[in-house]
C-alpha cells in the first residue's frame, strides 16, 4: 500500500497498528492508486457516481484479461 499511493512505510503502519486515520493528502494518494473501488469499499453509503465509476473500472479489467486470454489461446493454436 505505501508504494502504490507513495506514502511512507511508517505512515501506513502507523494508520493498521495504532489506528490512526489517514490525512486528507493520504486518502486522495490511496484513491488515486486503487480507484473509485476504494471509496467504494470505505463510504456508506456509497455516492452513486463511485459506484458507476468502480462497476466501469472494473468492466475495463475484466475486457484487458479477456483479450490477455484470446491472445493465449491464440498462441497455443498456432503452437500446435
Not at 512505510?9 to 486528507?24: D, K, S
Not at 491472445?71 to 497455443?76: D, I
Request: charge should be neutral; hydrophobic fraction near 50%.
Amino acid at each position: 500500500m505505501a508504494s502504490d499511493a507513495g506514502i511512507p512505510a511508517r505512515t501506513v503502519a502507523n494508520w493498521l497498528i495504532e489506528g490512526a486515520a489517514p490525512t486528507f493528502q493520504h486518502t486522495m494518494r490511496l484513491v488515486s492508486a486503487y480507484g473509485p473501488a476504494l471509496i467504494l469499499a470505505c463510504v456508506s453509503p456509497c455516492p452513486g457516481w463511485a459506484e458507476v465509476a468502480a462497476r466501469e473500472e472494473r468492466k475495463q479489467a475484466i475486457a484487458a484479461e479477456m483479450a490477455r486470454l484470446k491472445g493465449e489461446l491464440a498462441r497455443m493454436d498456432g503452437a500446435a
